[in-house]
């Protein structure tokens, strides 16, 4: 039995194998601590430099993952993740930025369309998944908006005013607008690299935000002074320099640490529920449906994207297999 689990053989294997998967991923650790502390029948895995958990949530099989912040690292490791893995679907988490007035710090937000950096629209998510997710988010727990994704953190009201602005074709999503209002907007750095990567793959994805800092509030510190390159994360590091460099940040960062614990808690819990409401026939249709289209659009998105090239080789091994219940 030893040899066996050392060989990969065991409850972990037989959900990596033999299971239809949900795969499970958000840019930072923090954000899906405690979704993976909930996880079981946890085994460790590798594909590249990427390091990922198989387990089960809510009584399912799911592979789960921290790509790192910022659209190359999310790409790059989603595109890994996707290819090892062979998931049926994907469900992405993670903290964002309020866009909109009156967005409260842990409001969860669906989204029902994702706006690039550069103002094209990514691909849209899972439409079943999210009318599930949106009609069990009674009560306002998971609302529906839009998800843009920068280039850069937004630091003040300011800059999150004007890419509100942007998003919604110069209106500003309050309530003296004219017209009816705009669904709620957040921003992040890698939900449109993400779309980008399930749709080269042929995979149904829903990404759901909760929103860190609101509209109204400053950041306590420009963190695009402490990413690594222009499209790339920020340093940890960097962060504790400039904070001990400047004590006052201290309390500030520290209270930006609490919140971002409380958005992955609530994240979690509506993670749980998500994976546990699915409906395969729903999920079904649309995975066929990515599967059967012409390849020209999956094409198009992976030129010169190695990592969108890596997610969509098996794609059609994957959405088959599970369609047919065979082990994959």
């Not at 949106?134 to 009201?157: E, F, H, M, N, S």
């Not at 907007?185 to 800092?213: C, F, K, M, N, T």
Request: charged share 25%; with cysteine.
């Amino acid at each position: 039995m030893r040899r066996a689990r050392r060989a990969g053989v065991g409850r972990g294997a037989d959900i990596a194998g033999l299971e239809a998967i949900t795969a499970i991923v958000s840019p930072l650790a923090a954000e899906l601590a405690p979704l993976l502390a909930a996880a079981t029948h946890r085994r460790r895995a590798r594909a590249g430099s990427l390091r990922f958990t198989y387990g089960r949530v809510a009584g399912e099989p799911v592979a789960l993952a921290s790509t790192g912040d910022g659209a190359r690292a999310a790409g790059e490791r989603l595109g890994a993740l996707l290819a090892a893995a062979r998931p049926r679907r994907l469900l992405v988490l993670g903290v964002a930025g309020g866009l909109s007035p009156r967005l409260a710090t842990g409001a969860l937000i669906a989204a029902e369309r994702v706006v690039g950096a550069d103002g094209r629209e990514a691909p849209g998510p899972d439409r079943a998944w999210l009318g599930r997710a949106l009609a069990q988010g009674g009560g306002g727990k998971i609302t529906g908006g839009t998800a843009v994704t920068g280039d850069r953190i937004l630091v003040t009201p300011r800059d999150k005013e004007e890419a509100l602005a942007r998003a919604l074709g110069g209106r500003r999503g309050d309530d003296d607008d004219a017209g009816p209002p705009a669904a709620p907007a957040v921003i992040d750095l890698e939900s449109a690299v993400y779309a980008q990567v399930a749709a080269a793959a042929g995979i149904p994805y829903l990404a759901v935000r909760a929103v860190l800092d609101p509209a109204e509030e400053a950041l306590p510190l420009d963190f695009n002074r402490c990413r690594r390159t222009a499209g790339g994360g920020v340093s940890g590091l960097r962060v504790m320099v400039l904070a001990f460099l400047h004590p006052p940040l201290l309390g500030a960062l520290w209270k930006l640490r609490r919140r971002l614990r409380f958005c992955a808690r609530r994240l979690a819990s509506a993670a749980e529920e998500l994976i546990a409401g699915r409906a395969p026939d729903a999920l079904g249709e649309a995975a066929s449906a990515a599967a059967a289209e012409p390849a020209a659009r999956g094409a198009d998105a992976a030129a010169g994207r190695p990592e969108l090239a890596a997610a969509a080789a098996p794609r059609q091994a994957a959405v088959a297999g599970w369609r047919a219940g065979e082990p994959r």
